[in-house]
């Protein structure tokens, strides 16, 4: 299937879409089996028995009208969902095939016209609705801001979200919106873009009768009045509801026992001598009795009048296969703007870094208050033990953007299946947004500290590159803990993952325990600690230098027994490696970047094949 160009005569509309599915069959295979099936490509024979989930499937999805697919629970009304909507791709159905417009579907090209709307919100909880929407207007349309917030005015009007327009969503907050809003900003996210066909799965779950009829109201009269193809799951709808659809797909077991109107399931359950009760809708009696209903053929489309199926919409084809919205620069700029106003909306992450970094960097001060002005081997233990302290509290500060990174990953993840922009766009625009940021937090934190402990004095060239390698350990601990979260699958994996690697770069980092004592095939871990080059980059800084000849760090007999120059190289340090340690971190940020980049890119690129 590929995408029909406007013909000159049709009004600017949009052409109608025929979803069909013609003897479908998916069984829940295990994932050595799919491994060789789907990507080595070689046959379907199974290592273990496999469960069908949906068992020669043949329905039918008509514009202009709502198509629900019922049946009770595990009846694979989401699973077929998902293979309309392309999120189970062709290469893992066992059998059969999805049609649109009388074509084989084409996953690639048939997201750009449709919208799929998931059970689960993934939203922004600090975003408001109007925000929420003109973002993803701005990612998805062409024409800019002036184009997108008319189309958000539009919409927030279609959806009835208008008195709610400047109110966050909050998930799980009384001053957010309701659950039946909330569900209707989820529709509209995927709305944003005015597609052809809609698939939903559950629009009602969770949601009390009369927001339950509205939302399905919605959907009924873009159906009739815009043409669109309406695909949604169900399980219990009630009259009101039920009046809406226009068909219904039943499912039970995996097999399609009815496929048609709402009349004919009620003559179909008259046939097989059953009596509707009273107060009870047709299709929950369905649902109750469905096991004694007959299967229908499977090599027949129930209910459905084949002169009827043609659309007769004139079709020529675009080439391009993918074209994004906006260029490289506006989805940054887009990103970034959301980035920032979820940065500073956040609390934990906001207010608590800062106040942290001012209030760690005045207490560590009075606690080795003036040690830079001490000798002796003591404060040389000391001085150092604080230099170790600063960094271990530097580079685990950071694990609590963990789940915010989790958060906007399964967002990432949904925005960029359905072409809004490009995964590269999104690092970029993470890592330009938390540089000024972590900048300031680490200033925050080293202006206090610095003087009250009593470093370097001479110029204000150390405090300035002592503020530096601050940056880049803040920059470094975020890159490390962004790529982690690309990579484990939850909160719980990725923070034991994150502490583990942590303190084995604490462990080989040469402080407790020097390098020539670590066994052969450790030492690579000792080039690997993120803790190792900025902890010689604040020795070097304080013992260093010109500096480093004159500063006397142990005195004995009245006499200096060493100086800053001779403990560097007892520690096998040079002045050189100021900078070269320095470039060596800015390395570790960009490769973890990088790192993080593939790792998202290769899950996309999955998810949208």
């Known amino acids: 299937m590929e995408l029909p160009v406007k013909?000159?005569?049709?009004?600017?509309?949009?052409?109608?879409?025929?979803?069909?599915?013609?003897?479908?069959?998916?069984?829940?295979?295990?994932?050595?089996?799919?491994?060789?099936?789907?990507?080595?490509?070689?046959?379907?024979?199974?290592?273990?028995a496999a469960k069908f989930i949906l068992k020669g499937v043949n329905c039918e999805a008509r514009?202009?009208?709502?198509?629900?697919?019922?049946?009770?629970?595990?009846?694979?009304?989401?699973?077929?969902?998902?293979?309309?909507?392309?999120?189970?791709?062709?290469?893992?159905?066992?059998?059969?095939?999805?049609?649109?417009n009388g074509k084989p579907i084409n996953v690639k090209v048939f997201r750009r016209v449709s919208g799929y709307v998931t059970q689960d919100d993934a939203l922004f909880p600090l975003l408001t609705v109007e925000e929420t929407l003109m973002y993803s207007a701005l990612l998805r349309l062409p024409g800019g801001r002036k184009e997108a917030g008319s189309r958000v005015k539009e919409l927030m009007k279609e959806l009835g979200l208008e008195h709610v327009a400047g109110s966050r969503i909050r998930e799980g907050s009384n001053n957010g919106i309701s659950g039946g809003e909330r569900r209707r900003v989820?529709?509209?996210?995927?709305?944003?873009?005015?597609?052809?066909?809609?698939?939903?799965?559950?629009?009602?779950?969770?949601?009390?009768?009369?927001?339950?009829?509205?939302?399905?109201?919605?959907?009924?009269?873009?159906?009739?009045?815009q043409g669109k193809t309406i695909v949604l799951t169900i399980h219990q709808p009630g009259f009101r509801i039920l009046e809406l659809f226009d068909r219904i797909v039943l499912l039970s077991n995996g097999f399609v026992v009815h496929n048609g109107g709402l009349n004919l399931l009620e003559e179909r359950l008259k046939f097989a001598d059953h009596r509707i009760p009273r107060h009870v809708n047709v299709l929950e009696f369905a649902i109750d009795v469905i096991e004694t209903l007959p299967v229908p053929n499977p090599g027949?489309?129930?209910?459905?009048?084949?002169?009827?199926?043609?659309?007769?919409?004139?079709?020529?084809?675009?080439?391009?296969?993918?074209?994004?919205?906006?260029?490289?620069?506006?989805?940054?700029?887009?990103?970034?703007?959301?980035?920032?106003?979820?940065?500073?909306?956040?609390?934990?992450?906001?207010?608590?870094?800062?106040?942290?970094?001012?209030?760690?960097?005045?207490?560590?001060?009075?606690?080795?208050?003036?040690?830079?002005?001490?000798?002796?081997?003591?404060?040389?233990?000391?001085?150092?033990?604080?230099?170790?302290?600063?960094?271990t509290f530097l580079l685990s500060s950071t694990t609590e953007g963990l789940p915010i990174f989790l958060q906007e990953r399964r967002i990432l993840m949904r925005e960029t299946s359905r072409g809004a922009y490009r995964v590269s766009s999104y690092v970029l625009s993470n890592t330009l947004v938390f540089l000024p940021f972590l900048l300031m937090i680490g200033i925050l934190f080293t202006s206090p500290v610095y003087w009250l402990v009593g470093l370097r004095k001479d110029t204000v060239d150390g405090f300035l590159y002592f503020s530096l390698v601050v940056w880049m350990v803040l920059l470094m601990a975020n890159s490390f803990v962004a790529c982690f979260s690309a990579l484990v699958p939850n909160f719980i994996m990725g923070n034991s993952v994150i502490a583990g690697l942590m303190g084995s770069f604490f462990l080989f980092s040469g402080y407790f325990i020097a390098k020539d004592k670590i066994p052969s095939y450790w030492v690579f871990m000792h080039y690997l600690s993120l803790f190792k080059y900025p902890f010689e980059c604040f020795m070097i800084n304080e013992y260093g230098g010109e500096q480093g000849e004159r500063k006397c760090i142990e005195i004995e007999n009245g006499e200096c027994r060493l100086y800053g120059s001779s403990f560097l190289r007892q520690q096998d340090l040079k002045d050189s490696q100021k900078w070269t340690n320095v470039g060596v971190m800015l390395g570790f940020i960009v490769g973890y970047r990088v790192l993080g980049l593939v790792i998202l890119w290769f899950r996309c690129y999955k998810a949208r094949n």
């Open 186 to 225: 989820s529709i509209g996210v995927d709305l944003v873009h005015d597609p052809a066909v809609i698939l939903i799965d559950e629009p009602t779950s969770g949601l009390d009768s009369a927001s339950a009829l509205h939302a399905v109201t919605l959907l009924k009269s873009m159906a009739v009045n």
């Open 300 to 391: 027949t489309l129930s209910n459905i009048n084949r002169e009827d199926r043609k659309i007769t919409t004139p079709i020529r084809f675009e080439r391009k296969l993918l074209v994004y919205p906006n260029s490289r620069f506006d989805e940054v700029l887009i990103l970034g703007q959301r980035f920032c106003s979820n940065i500073f909306r956040t609390k934990q992450l906001f207010a608590t870094r800062v106040i942290q970094a001012l209030v760690a960097g005045f207490i560590l001060g009075t606690i080795y208050f003036n040690v830079g002005n001490d000798k002796g081997r003591i404060a040389l233990q000391t001085q150092t033990g604080f230099f170790a302290f600063t960094l």
């Open 63 to 100: 514009p202009g009208q709502v198509t629900a697919i019922a049946g009770p629970s595990g009846a694979g009304k989401t699973t077929l969902l998902d293979i309309l909507a392309g999120k189970i791709p062709p290469c893992e159905v066992s059998s059969g095939e999805v049609l649109v």
């Open 7 to 48: 013909s000159p005569d049709s009004g600017g509309r949009k052409y109608p879409y025929r979803l069909e599915t013609r003897d479908l069959s998916y069984k829940l295979s295990t994932k050595f089996e799919d491994y060789f099936r789907c990507d080595f490509c070689g046959g379907n024979e199974g290592r273990a």
